[in-house]
C-alpha cells in the first residue's frame, strides 16, 4: 500500500501565518506530511507554479432560506454548494432560519433534510433567532449550541425579523453563557421605515430609492448600538457585512476600548456603488441587497480595513434571486415598488477571485493575509479550526490550487449556479482556482467537476469555552 492517498506536489503554500514551497501528503482525508520530495501517493498533483491554498470557508450564505412575498432564493444545496465549490470552496455556512411558532428542532430537521446527498462542499450552519421565547433562550439554544449549532445571527432590520434591544441582549446572554458567536445585521428599521414612507409619498419607488432609504446613519447607528449592545452583555459579537467607514470607525473605536468585536465586509462593497442601482428601467434590482453598495470613498475604506485588520472576515452574502423571474427579483409587487424587491444578491462563486485578483495580484494585501480573510478566520471563528481552515498535519484536506497568471472575464454564463445574472459581469481577473480538493479528494481537477453531490458533509461546530461547558 502507498504511504499516501494524494500528494500536492511543488506548490507555493500559503496559510495564514507563513508562505513556503513544499509537498503534502494525504491520506484518509487528512494531510498527514508536509515535507519535500515525498513520494508513494496513489496520485500525485503537480503544482509548481501554483498557489496550495486552505480550501475557501465561505461563512455567510443563504441556501434554500424561506423568504416572504412570493420570493424565492435561486440556490438549493445543490446548486449553491456546486458554485462554491468552482469558485475554490470547501466549507459554507448557511443559515437554518427559525420559523416563528415551530419548534426549532424541527426547523433544522427539516434543513438538515434538504441538505443531505446534496452538498459538492462540507457545511456548517448558523441559526437565525426570530423568536427568542424563553423557551428558546433558555431551554433550546444552550443544547443546541452544545450540539454544534453554535452561531447564532439577529437582525435589527426587516419587519418579520428584527429583535429588540432587550431581546438582543437575552440573545447575547444566552451566548456568552454557553459559547455561541452572534453575528449581527445593523440597520435601523425605524429609521428605514421612517425613509420608505417618505420616498414613497415623494413618488420615488424605482430600485435606486434602496440605497437611499438606508443610508450611512442608519447602518452606523445600528453598528454603535449594537456593539454598546454586546459591552453590556460582556460578549464578542461579530458585525455582518459592513459597507461603509462610519461603521468601521465604530468597530475600531470599540476594539480601542477593549471589546472582542469581529468584522466582516463582502465582495458587493469593493466592486459596486449605489448608482449601479440606477440601472434602465428595473435593472437596478440586480443590486438590491442590504446594507446597499455606497460610493467609491466608501469602497476604498472598506479597502483600509481589510489591509489594515479591522476586518477579520471576507464573505460573500450569498443570497441570489433571479432578475428575470416573477419568484426573482421581479416578483409583481417588486417590478412596482423597490420596498418589495427581495434583498440579496448572488457571489459564493466569485468572492475569492475578485480578492485575490483585486487584493493580493493589485499589491493591497499578502497571501497570508488572503488565507485568513477566506479561511482561516473563519474557521476560528465558527467553531471548525483546525478541522478546517489551514494547511497542518491533522487537518482535513480542503485545498484549493491557484493558477495566479490565469485570467478571466466574469461572465455569468460560466458560473454553476442557479441565478440568471451575476452583478460581477465583466469584471477582469488574474488568478483562479483550478483545482480543488475536499477531504482528501479531487474535487474539481482543473476546472472540471470530477466530484460528485453528496460528497460534502456536515461539520457540527464546537462552542466556545465558558464556565457553563467546561
Ligand atoms: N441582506 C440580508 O440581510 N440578508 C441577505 C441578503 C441581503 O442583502
Ligand atoms: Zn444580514
Ligand atoms: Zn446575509
Known amino acids: 500500500m502507498e504511504t499516501f492517498d494524494l500528494i500536492i506536489a511543488n506548490g507555493t503554500v500559503a496559510t495564514a501565518a507563513d508562505v513556503f514551497t513544499a509537498d503534502i501528503g494525504i491520506r484518509g482525508g487528512k494531510i498527514v506530511q508536509i515535507g519535500q520530495q515525498l513520494t508513494g501517493a496513489t496520485r500525485t498533483l503537480d503544482a509548481t507554479g501554483k498557489y496550495v491554498l486552505p480550501g475557501g470557508i465561505d461563512s455567510h450564505v443563504h441556501l434554500s432560506q424561506p423568504q416572504g412575498g412570493g420570493a424565492v432564493i435561486a440556490d438549493d444545496f445543490e446548486s449553491g454548494t456546486r458554485s462554491a465549490l468552482f469558485g475554490g470552496n470547501t466549507t459554507v455556512l448557511p443559515f437554518c432560519l427559525q420559523e416563528k411558532g415551530v419548534p426549532i428542532r424541527e426547523t433544522l430537521k427539516d434543513y438538515h433534510a434538504q441538505a443531505e446527498g446534496e452538498c459538492y462542499t462540507d457545511v456548517s450552519f448558523h441559526l437565525i433567532v426570530s423568536d427568542p421565547t424563553e423557551q428558546l433562550i433558555g431551554q433550546d439554544l444552550p443544547a443546541l449550541i452544545a450540539d454544534g449549532y453554535a452561531s447564532l445571527k439577529v437582525f435589527m432590520t426587516y419587519e418579520d425579523l428584527r429583535l429588540s434591544d432587550g431581546e438582543i441582549l437575552q440573545t447575547l446572554d444566552t451566548a456568552r453563557a454557553h459559547g455561541a458567536t452572534v453575528m449581527i445585521h445593523c440597520e435601523n428599521e425605524d429609521a428605514i421605515r421612517f425613509l420608505i414612507d417618505k420616498h414613497e409619498l415623494a413618488g420615488e419607488i424605482a430600485p435606486r430609492a434602496h440605497a437611499a432609504t438606508r443610508p450611512v446613519a442608519v447602518e452606523r447607528e445600528a453598528t454603535h448600538r449594537a456593539i454598546s449592545l454586546a459591552e453590556i452583555a460582556d460578549v464578542p459579537i461579530v458585525i455582518v457585512h459592513v459597507s461603509n467607514g462610519q461603521s468601521i470607525e465604530e468597530i475600531a473605536r470599540g476594539r480601542a ?214
Open 257 to 470: 476600548r477593549g471589546l472582542k468585536i469581529i468584522g466582516e465586509t463582502c465582495p458587493q462593497y469593493l466592486t459596486l456603488t449605489a448608482k449601479d442601482l440606477e440601472g434602465m428601467d428595473w435593472e437596478g434590482a440586480k443590486y438590491v441587497c442590504s446594507p446597499p453598495p455606497r460610493d467609491e470613498a466608501a469602497q476604498a475604506e472598506c479597502w483600509t480595513g481589510l489591509e489594515n485588520g479591522t476586518f477579520d472576515l471576507f464573505s460573500s452574502d450569498h443570497c441570489p434571486f433571479r432578475y428575470d423571474d416573477d419568484r426573482g427579483k421581479l416578483t409583481p409587487l417588486g417590478r412596482k415598488n423597490f420596498r418589495h424587491i427581495p434583498n440579496g444578491i448572488p457571489g459564493v462563486e466569485t468572492r475569492l477571485p475578485i480578492l485575490f485578483s483585486q487584493g493580493v495580484m493589485a499589491g493591497r494585501i499578502s497571501l497570508e493575509r488572503f488565507v485568513a480573510l477566506t479561511a482561516t478566520n473563519h474557521a476560528r471563528t465558527y467553531g471548525l479550526y483546525p478541522q478546517k481552515g489551514t494547511i497542518a498535519i491533522g487537518s482535513d484536506a480542503d485545498i484549493t490550487i491557484w493558477d495566479p497568471e490565469a485570467r478571466r472575464t466574469i461572465r455569468h454564463a460560466d458560473l454553476h449556479d442557479a441565478c440568471d445574472y451575476t452583478p460581477y459581469e465583466g469584471i477582469e481577473v488574474t488568478g483562479w482556482p483550478e483545482t480543488v480538493v475536499l477531504n482528501g479528494a479531487v474535487v474539481i481537477d482543473r476546472g472540471v467537476l470530477t466530484g460528485t453531490k453528496g460528497q460534502g458533509r456536515y461539520c457540527p461546530a464546537t462552542p466556545k469555552k465558558t464556565p457553563a461547558n467546561t
